[in-house]
């Protein structure tokens, strides 16, 4: 029997991952089309936003760079392909 929740959620999904990545290209040189096809899940969504929050945060430059080494496992490959696009 097929949950009744799920066509719901898959729709509420789909809207959270086209919002994120709206608001994703707003705040960085690259299309929501570009960055649609760099990040293509919500997890590399939500990774590209937690690096943006290091970067631009109200921290000095050491506790940022604590920061990112800190998350450099989960961020790493966001940073990589993000880089890769723009350089």
Known sequence: MPN????IAESVREKTNAELAEDLAKLT???QDKLA???PTKADKENMA???????GSTNHN?????????I???GG???KVLGAVL
């Open 37 to 39: 096809r760099l990040l």
């Open 78 to 80: 966001v940073v990589l």
């Open 4 to 7: 009744r929740f799920e066509q």
């Open 63 to 71: 506790q940022k760079i604590t920061a990112l080494r800190d998350n």
């Open 50 to 56: 937690r690096l943006m929050a290091i970067v631009t």
């Open 73 to 75: 496992d989960d961020l």
């Open 29 to 31: 040189p690259l299309t």
